[in-house]
């Protein structure tokens, strides 16, 4: 079993960024996908970035692709999503995943496990 907790959310203003954390338990971290997805009310969830076991595939949605920057660091048990220049339409909850595969793309939002997320609101 592993559990994600995200933090890292809050209240900024257009342009500023973010960096969010999302800390996972358990000794097999290491050896899965991650994905950072977002969710506002009536929407469907999107997903934002997914990154490989090892760090070195990721991919991005075209919503922010060259804005945010997801990362890994398998010593802490944790993944990240950089958010740079937000947007007030990134206002959202956002939710990391995790899958035991090695790798996930950006079409498949079946993750074996999932945060509770962390409120991201961009004021104009």
């Known amino acids: 079993q592993v559990q994600l907790v995200e933090s890292g959310g809050g209240l900024v203003q257009a342009g500023d960024s973010l960096r969010l954390s999302c800390a996972a338990s358990?000794?097999?971290?290491?050896?899965?996908?991650m994905g950072w997805f977002r969710q506002t009310p009536g929407k469907e969830r999107e997903a934002l970035a997914t990154?490989?076991?090892?760090?070195?595939?990721?991919y991005y949605a075209g919503s922010v692709k060259g804005r945010f920057t997801i990362s890994r660091d398998n010593a802490k048990n944790t993944v990240y999503l950089q958010m740079d220049n937000l947007k007030p339409e990134d206002t959202a909850v956002y939710y990391c995943?995790?899958?035991?595969?090695?790798?996930?793309?950006?079409?498949?939002?079946?993750?074996?496990?999932w945060g509770q997320g962390t409120q991201v609101t961009v004021s104009s």
């Open positions: 995943a995790a899958d035991k595969s090695p790798l996930r793309t950006l079409e498949s939002h079946i993750y074996d496990y």
């Open positions: 358990g000794r097999t971290f290491s050896t899965y996908a």
């Open positions: 990154i490989s076991w090892n760090g070195r595939t990721t």
